[in-house]
Every structure is written in C-alpha cells, then in structure tokens.
C-alpha cells in the first residue's frame, strides 16, 4: 500500500509541477528557519549542565530595600558560607570567589597584565566539575601563594602544560606557585577565567564582616531541600550577624528597619537559573555580576522561539492552502476512488501519507539549505552554532520527528476535506463544500500576512528604539570622545600621562575615571545631614579626577565642581539630580552626606559642593540612578581613561595618544575605543535582534507570496474561461486585474486588522525592558502594512496579468 501511495504522490507531484514547487521550497524555507532559530535557542539552554551537581549548587543572593528603593546583589559577604555550613545539615558544602582586581603575571621574559584572576576557596571543586590536567584539586588552593590556572594559561607562559610546582610572579614581587591545571572552562559555564589563587593568598580584613559585598557565595545542599523554606530559616542568619552591624552602623535595630518598609534579607538562586534567569526571575542588579560572568535573557530566547514556529506556521497554512485549493481538480479521482470501493479511512491515509511525502523531502531540503546558510548565520548573530547530524543521537530521530508532525499537521484538514466528498455530488459538477473550502482558504491567508506584517511591526519598532538610544541626549556631549579601557596599567604613571597628553593642542581634554557604561558600577548606602538614622539612600559611586565634568562636558546645576584651588575636595562629594532629589531640599549644597566607610564600617562624613545635571552612565534599560562623585585616584579594578579630541587630525592624535601610551605601558597593548562604541556595546543584544527579525521578517513574506502566488495561479486557472469571455465582452486588462485581485487584497487588508493591535501589544511589552523608550508611531504601523500589501500586490499581479493578456481565443479552448 505504501508503495502504491508513493506512486501517486509521484505522478500528483510531476502533474501539479508548480504547486509542487511551492510547497516544497515554502516549506523548506520555513523548516530552514525553525531549524536555525532551535539551535540559537538551544545554545542558551543548558547553562551549567556540566556540573555533576548542577541541581544541588545555588548561589545565596542579597535582597535589600532602602527607601522604597529594591535591588538584588549576586554577591554576599566573606562569612556567611562557613556559617551556613556549620549552622544548617540542608548546607552540605559552600564555596567563594572573589575578584583581587587586574595584576601583572611574570614568567622569566614572559609578563601579561591579566584581569580575570580570581580568588576562590579551596572547595571550589567539591562543588564545580572542573577536570584537572595535573595537580590535585583536592588540595591545589589550601595554601597561601597557591594558584590553579587553565590549560591555555599554561601555555601561553609556559608552553609546557604540565607547569605544577613553577612560580608565576604576582606584580613583580609575590611569587606565587603552580599548583594545578584545569582544562579550560567550558563554554555554557556562566562564569570562566584562567587564573583561580587561593583565598589567603590575597587575605584582607573583611573575614568577618556581615556588611562586606565583595563575594559570590556558592552553596552544595542536600538533595530535595526546599528552596523556600531554605530561604526563611535564612532569616534567623540576617537577625543574628546583620542585625548587630546594622544597629552599631546607623543607631537603630534591625526591627526599627524593617517597620519602616526596608528590608536585608538572603535568597538562593538556583544554578542553572543563573544565565538565562537571573534578571527576570531573580531581579539581580547587573551591576553586581562579575566582569566575566555571561548572563543572558531568558525573554529574547521567547522572542526567537516565537518568530520560528510563527514561521514555520506561514509555511504549513501554504501547504494546507494549496492543497485545499486543488481539491477540485482532485475531486474526480476521490469520486471513482470511492466508486471503486476506497473508505473514507484509505483515502486519509493516502493524503496524509502524500502529505508526510512532501514534509520529508522539505525537511531535507531544509538540512541541506542549513548547512549552507549556516556559517553567514553563525556570523550575523556571533555565535558558532553547528548543525551534528552524525555526532549527536538525537539530530536524525528529532529531523524525522519534525516531518512527520509537520506532513500530519500540515496535511490533516486537506486529507479529511478531500475525503468527505460524496460520489454523487463530485459527478454532478460539485463538491458540495465550496462555501467551507473559500472561507478555510481565505482564513489560512489571513493569518499568514498578519503573522508577516507583526513582524514586520517588530523589525521597525525595534529600529526606531535603536535609532531612539543612539540619538537621545544622554546629559554629556558622546562625540570626539575616546576611552583607553584598561587605564589601570598606567595608574602609577597617571597623572605624568595627563600632563604629556594635555601638550597635545589637538587633546581638548582627558580625565580617569571608574567604570561606567558597563555592568559593575558599585554602590553605597547614604545618610543625608545625619550620621545616624533610617533614610538610606542607595546610591551609585564613582571615582573621578579634577578634569572629569570638563572632559564630559557635564553641567553643574548647583554649587561647583571639584577644584584644585580648594584642598579640602578630597573629603568633599558632588551628586547628581536624582540623588539631591532624594534629600527633599532645594539646594543641598553646603550640607552633610554620611556614607559607610568600607574598612571601619563606621560612618564617614562628606561635603556636598556640587549637584551636578543628570546623565545616563549605564545602560537605557535602566533610569538614572542616584549618584554620588568623589574626588579620588580610582579605588575600583577598572581605570578608564577619557580623552576629549579636536575633530580634526583625528587619526594623527590617536597615533600620538598611541605612541605616549607605549612609553608608559610598554608591551601592554593599549585597549582603545570610542565612548560611542562603548555605548553601543550595551545593546548588542538588541541589534542582533532587529537583524534577525528583519531577515526573517523578509523571509516571512517570500513564503506567504509564494503561497499567494500558488494561490492566484490556481484561481486565475479555474477563471481563464471567464477571463476570455469578458475580455470578448470589452473588459480591459487593468479591469479584470482588479476583478481578480479584488478578494485578495481584501484579506490582507483584513490581515493588517489583526496584526497591529497583536504587534502593538508584544513590542509594548519589549519596551518595557527599557526606562528610556520611543513612541510607537502609527506611521510604522502604516508603512509596514502598506509595504506587504504593495508586495503581494505585486506577486498576484504578475500572474493576474499575464492570465489577463492571454488571448481571448486560447482562454475560450482552455482544457
């Protein structure tokens, strides 16, 4: 039976050539999209799964309201592992990293300034599934002056992997012995570096203190302990240790604190939550994940998801379309089918399986066109995704899986419609469910085009938010600016660098500064007028020099800048607006702000001289936070260096900049880009997703045209004898263009009705993701309908009009 099903398939395929066409190239495209945007999605899955113990590792989050004011910190402080540990038997086990900032690594003439070095507890492989290459994880970091480093470090100072027992000198001073390799981190681990040193090896005083936030604290629990509960009894920790620092800090009890709606509390974060999950389950301030931690967002991974099945159904209303329109010329062959003595249940299984025909070739025609576009896709989304057929088990069963859902899908209401015609009717001229076959018709269209126009919507929603960040007026002047990121190198040489720098006439300006315009800008808590009290503002900080609002170009709304005509600056603060707003007076300057000091954990007293204007130093995503500037040499792991240039001898003074830079850092090689560049950065993720929605935006139309196209094919076929009568009758060319075209441009018009309230409500949803945003236009809206409808008109014309100029004589003897 079968192979008489596949003999039909055959003989329909090569008698209904364009049709057939249609369908397997519309299809193919599709599945060739629902393919590529898989395997993105299932690139951002699977995060952590190495890790034997994936689902019992968790990291403990710092939940803390001031003011109204929540953020969620990923990192916690030194003590709390060990006590949990010892305090709960759910805590099997804990470890700790933290960062020491960038130092110099030396071996013999080989010396590289490294910034992911990172301290870690000497249990961080009880937790993590890390395999060793030599050495023994079990002991590698117990030691002061101890240190694991990866597989590509070791080579690229040693040349020999196996460099256990030899010494790295840390800053040409603190020798620092080998005592492990690792192969490097895998590529789904939220978090990598090439350098893990013991924990002692760079001690500080910190081991006790419950207010420190300079760790990631990672715990082992116990299989199946309750996430929830864990997290109450979690209070008693934050009443006992916190509690205390918190009443010796701002003079009041922990209770106090709380009544008047503030809150410190501890949280655990799943593992495996931490890449895709951490923004939009947990709230987790960006700005506390770790420089070299990868983070994504769960919702662009819905996004993508979303545009492929979307795709993927244009494709399979296409089949389902054109099977259906051919269902009359077919209608015969189910008439002396069931005369012969076909059921109705043979003949459903002769459909489906022609159906199930059709999807198979798609699907490996769609293999073959992933293959190709696959590497051009790799670079447009910067990924390196690969399609394994061979190496992985499941590729081929999950191929033959999708064809087979796609051919039943795809192929079930064209099998049971075309089954449920009766003999007598067929042999009467009529099917008997014209009416019902119209209406389906005219539906699966619709849907097709208003899937297309939203997304089409999105693309230029998504373009026009783009467009919108890079244009708005971010409260400084962004244009001649260059930033050296890694100005740390030079920090003893600083002030000299400037000093050279300013004898450049085409440098306007330079300026050190702490990080912005990137995740990690730390934090305080301020108490405004008063050392001790409730009212803590939370508060961004930033370390800046005398040159940092000129260089800038920030204005000062009250009182003035940094100067170094007053010496009493160092112990002095400029705010921004948002944070003087929080202090309830007109003009705060002159007046006291009080902030933790971080070694004494007491509160140290500030001067406020300045309250300069707003201006956006992280992302759009996020509204300008309260921020407080101090005048000193940068604390924080990253310098950056800001130069002002003249517009002209650009490429000239950035050789000169160059060439002072080699003078001063010597074989550490200056790390150069233009601030614009540096705000850019910040979006990567959304302009990967207005390319890819706009590639498979245009993709989506090419498939609902070429089921247009089959469509119009078939009705102007069924009408050429009509055709032929009116154009003997007087009927021009453009006449019977717009007799034909009449129905389908009603139902795209009927398509735009859906989709812009549909693409409305989704990018309004999207746009909440960002604090500053544009408008949605209703040009946009316009435009993007206008251009499907201009374009389908166009593909239905190209057959109208050729069905239109064919002479009348062959129109009348056609069949």
């Known amino acids: 039976m079968l192979k008489n099903y596949f003999k039909i398939f055959f003989r329909t395929t090569t008698d209904h050539k364009v049709f057939s066409f249609i369908n397997i190239t519309g299809m193919a495209i599709g599945i060739t999209c629902f393919i590529l945007i898989s395997l993105f999605v299932l690139d951002e899955s699977g995060f952590d799964d190495f890790n034997v113990n994936k689902d019992q590792i968790c990291r403990v989050l710092v939940h803390f309201r001031f003011n109204g004011v929540d953020q969620v910190n990923a990192k916690s402080c030194p003590p709390l592992g060990p006590v949990l540990k010892n305090t709960y038997p759910e805590v099997l086990n804990y470890a700790r990293i933290g960062y020491p900032g960038q130092h110099y690594l030396s071996f013999n003439d080989k010396s590289f300034r490294e910034g992911d070095i990172y301290t870690a507890d000497s249990t961080y492989f009880d937790l993590f599934t890390l395999p060793f290459l030599y050495g023994d994880k079990n002991t590698a970091l117990r030691e002061p002056n101890t240190m694991i480093i990866s597989e590509s470090a070791a080579k690229k100072y040693f040349g020999d992997v196996n460099s256990v027992g030899k010494f790295l000198l840390i800053d040409n001073s603190l020798p620092c012995k080998v005592t492990g390799v690792m192969k490097d981190f895998p590529r789904k681990a939220h978090f990598s570096c090439n350098f893990l040193v013991s924990m002692p090896t760079f001690k500080d005083n910190s081991e006790n203190d419950w207010l420190d936030g300079g760790y990631t604290t990672y715990l082992l629990l116990q299989k199946g302990t309750d996430i929830k509960s864990f997290n109450n009894k979690l209070k008693a ?175 079930s209401y064209p099998a049971f419609y075309l089954s449920s015609f009766q003999s007598v009717q067929i042999f009467k001229g009529g099917t008997g469910a014209k009416s019902r076959k119209s209406k389906m018709r005219s539906i699966l269209v619709v849907l097709q085009f208003a899937i297309s126009i939203t997304l089409f919507i999105g693309t230029f929603i998504i373009k026009n938010q783009l467009s919108y960040i890079q244009n708005k007026n971010l409260g400084f002047n962004k244009d001649a600016l260059i930033a050296i990121n890694n100005g740390s190198v030079i920090s003893r040489n600083l002030k000299i660098f400037k000093e050279e720098l300013s004898s450049n006439p085409d440098v306007l300006s330079s300026t050190a500064s702490s990080l912005m315009f990137a995740p990690g800008i730390p934090g305080n808590g301020f108490l405004f007028d008063q050392r001790r009290g ?57 007046r006291s702000l009080y902030a933790m000091n971080n070694d004494t954990r007491e509160m140290i007293q500030y001067k406020i001289i300045g309250v300069i204007k707003d201006f956006n130093f992280e992302s759009l995503h996020q509204a300008v936070r309260p921020l407080v500037l101090h005048l000193s040499p940068v604390r924080q792991a990253s310098t950056i260096i800001t130069i002002r240039i003249a517009p002209q001898n650009i490429q000239n003074t950035i050789a000169q900049i160059d060439k002072l830079w080699t003078k001063y850092a010597g074989e550490d090689k200056i790390s150069r880009s233009y601030i614009n560049e540096n705000l850019a950065r910040m979006y990567i993720a959304e302009q990967k997703i207005q390319d890819v929605a706009a590639v498979f935006s245009v993709l989506a139309i090419i498939i609902a045209c070429l089921g247009l196209f089959g469509m119009v094919l078939f009705v102007t076929e069924q009408r050429t004898k009509e055709i032929g009568i009116r154009k003997a009758l007087g009927a021009t060319v453009f006449e019977i263009i717009l007799l034909l075209s009449k129905e389908f441009t009603k139902w795209i018009l009927v398509a735009n009705i859906i989709a812009w309230p549909a693409a409305y409500y989704f990018m309004s949803k999207w746009l909440e993701s960002f604090a500053y945003k544009a408008e949605i236009e209703w040009s946009i809206f316009l435009i993007s309908g206008v251009l499907v409808f201009i374009i389908a008109v166009a593909t239905l014309s190209i057959q109208v009009a050729r069905a239109a100029l064919m002479n009348p004589v062959a129109s009348l003897r056609y069949e």
């Open 237 to 411: 920790v934050v009443s006992k240790y916190i509690g205390p620092m918190v009443g010796k800090m701002i003079g009041i009890t922990l209770n106090d604190f709380e009544r008047a709606g503030n809150l410190y509390s501890y949280e655990i974060e799943p593992l495996t939550s931490i890449y895709l999950k951490s923004q939009s389950d947990y709230g987790v301030d960006t700005n506390t994940e770790w420089g070299h931690e990868r983070v994504s967002n769960i919702s662009y991974s819905y996004i993508f998801a979303a545009v492929g099945m979307f795709i993927l159904l244009i494709a399979i209303f296409n089949f389902m379309n054109l099977s259906t329109a051919i269902s009359e010329k077919r209608s015969k062959e189910v008439g002396i089918r069931k005369t012969l003595g076909s059921d109705r249940l043979q003949l459903i299984g002769q459909f489906l399986s022609e159906s199930l025909f059709t999807s198979i070739i798609s699907v490996a025609v769609s293999v073959g066109l992933t293959y190709l576009v696959l590497p051009y896709f790799n670079g447009f989304i910067g990924r390196n995704l690969t399609l394994n057929l061979f190496d992985n088990f499941y590729a081929i069963p999950l191929l033959l899986a999708l064809a087979f859902v796609i051919g039943i899908v795809a192929g």
């Open 534 to 590: 409730n009212d803590i503002i939370p508060a961004q900080t930033l370390d800046v020099d005398y040159d940092f609002a000129k260089t800038y170009q920030i204005s000062v709304k009250y009182g003035r800048y940094f100067s170094e005509d007053y010496g009493a600056d160092s112990n002095a603060v400029v705010v921004n607006e948002v944070m003087a707003h929080r202090f309830n007076v007109d003009n705060p300057t002159g």
